[in-house]
């Protein structure tokens, strides 16, 4: 028997606001395997859970059909990634409608990344909406959707500053943003700075730390470098000798982003 300490908190039960972030599997084994864990999830309540929009128009047909089936066949009410990369104002357009009329009522709005990935400039999409602010406005356009947008702790690779970024996040909300969920980061004391600097400039959303579970901690310390996360000496320390060592890797990645949480 496991006794619970009566201070736990738990998702569902009013301790702790959770949302999940899917990527459209490519193959019918991975597509079992998100189904598997969205059964799973779906008990548990959590406030959302998102699934991501690719980059082509296969990739955006998965998460229509993702996103149509978790509205048909869970309680969950999914929110869907949007993104003006690539496509024209009009195109963006006819997928928000899609969706409003499937009855998809969140969106995180998104510029995304450039086609030559995030070390490359981005550059507006020739008849496309310039940027992530233009993309609110249009969302909201079309419907009352609640609005979630990103944030950067630590700066956006691109940004000038943590200033600039701020007066961005502020153009978001009058724009329409409801909420803001952050990028990822592992120093908890970054992300209470940022959230401290946010409210002191007037901005009262919402704010959603962004907590990403290492289970490959190889990757994803190298795609942390290439966006600006700061990548602290102990928490490579805790994955040392364990590149073989899946199952501890996992055990270790779980109990660190619970203890991020809690």
């Not at 195109?91 to 070390?119: C, E, F, M």
């Not at 409801?178 to 990028?183: F, G, N, V």
Request: aromatic share 8%; net charge positive; charged share 20%.
């Amino acid at each position: 028997m496991t006794v619970v300490p009566s201070k736990s908190r738990f998702i569902g039960r009013g301790g702790i606001d959770v949302s999940f972030e899917f990527s459209p599997p490519e193959t019918i084994a991975s597509m079992d395997a998100l189904w598997f864990a969205i059964r799973r999830l779906e008990p548990l309540g959590p406030s959302s859970a998102s699934v991501t929009y690719g980059a082509d128009k296969v990739a955006r047909a998965r998460t229509h059909s993702i996103v149509a089936r978790m509205l048909s066949e869970t309680s969950l009410r999914p929110a869907v990634h949007m993104t003006c990369t690539a496509s024209t104002r009009s195109d963006v357009d006819d997928v928000i409608k899609q969706y409003w009329n499937i009855g998809v009522r969140r969106i995180v709005a998104l510029r995304g990344d450039p086609s030559g990935g995030v070390t490359q400039p981005f550059r507006e999409t020739p008849g496309g909406y310039k940027n992530t602010v233009a993309l609110i406005a249009g969302i909201q356009a079309v419907g009352s959707f609640d609005v979630s947008v990103a944030c950067y702790p630590e700066k956006h690779p691109e940004s000038p500053s943590i200033d600039f970024d701020i007066d961005l996040l502020k153009a978001k909300v009058d724009a329409g943003a409801t909420r803001a969920i952050t990028q990822f980061f592992f120093d908890n004391q970054v992300f209470l700075r940022f959230r401290d600097r946010v409210r002191a400039a007037g901005i009262d959303i919402p704010i959603r730390p962004g907590i990403v579970p290492l289970l490959n901690f190889r990757q994803i310390a190298h795609f942390a470098s290439s966006v600006g996360v700061g990548v602290p000496f102990w928490l490579v320390r805790k994955f040392e000798g364990l590149g073989s060592d899946k199952v501890t890797r996992r055990l270790v990645a779980a109990t660190l982003a619970a203890e991020q949480v809690l």
